[in-house]
T-cell receptor
Framework: AQSVTQPDIHITVSEGASLELRCNYSYGATPYLFWYVQSPGQGLQLLLKYFSGDTLVQGIKGFEAEFKRSQSSFNLRKPSVHWSDAAEYFCAVGQTSQKLVFGQGTRLTINP | ETGVTQSPTHLIKTRGQQVTLRCSSQSGHNTVSWYQQALGQGPQFIFQYYREEENGRGNFPPRFSGLQFPNYSSELNVNALELDDSALYLC??????????????FGPGTRLTVT
């Protein structure tokens, strides 16, 4: 069965600092991987996705993620966070046309 | 190009009642998926509709049912509401083509409270 683990429930970083959010997945085949962001009371916005090819993918808002098959990981990174990045971040894995399986989420707080 | 829209925004129902939530998919998309997000949790897949037929279902009881219409909009119906049904219900639309590759775009959600 597919599963996604986000080990960090809550992370606090200072504005301008770098960020890495961890995501580990369990999946039998080559996964399709996604990162979504959710602001309070809002729906989910797609940050980036990995289907195949280059294992370093670029997304919106200056985010990037790296797919590491050997570690079953798809960690999200940003070199310098902004106060507006405070939100809940979800990693998800999916098949070609079926359901997405989400992690529990990581809540990001930004210190001024 | 309009995004995914959902109605209503908020809803309060009593245990045992029935509820219908609505979703309009993004222009050009042919697939709608529904997710339930309990407070403090990640979204959980309820079911997906493709060309007006159910195309996959998660671990939800039959009292959760849905419809997709010819214009690809969709409804989620929940019968015999229970307190645990209180959650944010998210609709996502996508375009499933021959390659099968897709990305899902989410609406803002409907917050359902069952008392």
């Amino acid at each position: 069965a597919q599963s996604v683990t986000q080990p960090d429930i809550h992370i606090t970083v200072s504005e301008g600092a770098s960020l890495e959010l961890r995501c580990n997945y369990s999946y039998g085949a080559t996964p399709y991987l996604f990162w979504y962001v959710q602001s309070p009371g809002q729906g989910l916005q797609l940050l980036l996705k990995y289907f195949s090819g280059d294992t370093l993918v670029q997304g919106i808002k200056g985010f990037e993620a790296e797919f590491k098959r050997s570690q079953s990981s798809f960690n999200l990174r940003k070199p310098s966070v902004h106060w507006s990045d405070a939100a809940e971040y979800f990693c998800a894995v999916g098949q070609t046309s079926q359901k997405l399986v989400f992690g529990q989420g990581t809540r990001l707080t930004i210190n001024p | 190009e309009t995004g995914v829209t959902q109605s209503p925004t908020h809803l309060i129902k009593t245990r045992g009642q029935q509820v219908t939530l609505r979703c309009s998919s993004q222009s050009g998309h042919n697939t709608v998926s529904w997710y339930q997000q309990a407070l403090g949790q990640g979204p959980q897949f309820i079911f997906q509709y493709y060309r007006e037929e159910e195309n996959g279902r998660g671990n939800f009881p039959p009292r959760f049912s849905g419809l997709q219409f010819p214009n690809y909009s969709s409804e989620l119906n929940v019968n015999a509401l229970e307190l645990d049904d209180s959650a944010l219900y998210l609709c996502a639309s996508s375009l499933v083509g021959l390659a099968g590759l897709y990305e899902q775009y989410f609406g803002p959600g409907t917050r359902l409270t069952v008392t």
